[in-house]
């Protein structure tokens, strides 16, 4: 089950979009300020964002900023759901790493189909990586050399095969048994031991050192 995390400082609209998401079978976190989904997202990683703009503490474009510079939250798909319908303020969301921008009144339809269309996006792009780290190359070529151990322990390295599939830290831990957070503490001491940044690193470094999932391990998973 896809989680989203819905941040606004309306109440009502909050409950609103959690009994509406719920009804299509997404789990709904909340929160009510970009102070507050920061701390949420760190202990409870969700699968995609939806954010207002103007709300105490902390706006969505800073809580945006924030996120994004964050090992976690690189990747998130992120959606601003906003009053402020200027052109400029928009054009600032996409260019602080916003996904899609919906603009308040909205139709529940569209925004869902939004979600939808970036969760989908989402997949499909860890897909691909995937496809691409178990592609051979030419049949000409010589066998490249086994890849050097790890400098992992066994159960960092259990996730590191699970996020170089794309995985996330939820899918993750519900297959390893394990709590996301204890997902991300594994990741954080990965990232450390191999001097990296963000989980597409970790998947380039997979790719240019041949680290390339056994079948037996993708096929567990399908």
């Not at 909050?14 to 976190?29: D, E, I």
């Not at 997202?41 to 900023?65: H, N, Q, Y």
């Not at 989402?122 to 490249?144: C, D, F, K, N, Y």
């Not at 996301?180 to 990741?187: A, D, Y």
């Amino acid at each position: 089950m896809k989680r989203i995390l819905i941040v606004d400082d309306d109440i009502t609209l909050r409950t609103a979009l959690v009994r509406y998401l719920g009804k299509r079978g997404y789990a709904v976190l909340d929160a009510a300020s970009g102070v507050e989904a920061l701390a949420l997202f760190e202990r409870d990683p969700a699968d995609l964002i939806v954010s207002d703009i103007l709300m105490p503490e902390m706006d969505g474009f800073e809580f945006c900023r924030r996120l994004r510079a964050s090992r976690m939250g690189q990747l998130v798909p992120f959606l601003f759901l906003s009053s402020k319908a200027e052109v400029e303020d928009r054009v600032h969301g996409h260019s602080i790493g916003a996904d899609d921008y919906v603009i308040k009144p909205f139709e529940p339809r569209e925004l869902l189909a939004k979600i939808e269309a970036q969760l989908e996006r989402s997949r499909r792009t860890h897909a691909e990586i995937v496809r691409l780290m178990q592609q051979s190359g030419p049949a000409a070529a010589p066998a490249p050399p086994p890849p050097q151990p790890l400098p992992l322990t066994p159960a960092e390295e259990k996730v590191f095969w699970q996020v170089i599939q794309g995985h996330t830290n939820k899918q993750i831990g519900e297959f390893l048994f394990v709590s996301p957070r204890t997902v991300q503490t594994h990741l954080s001491n990965i990232l450390n031991k191999l001097q990296l940044e963000n989980r597409s690193q970790l998947v380039r470094y997979a790719f240019e050192h041949g680290y390339t999932p056994p079948l037996d391990k993708v096929a567990a998973e399908a």
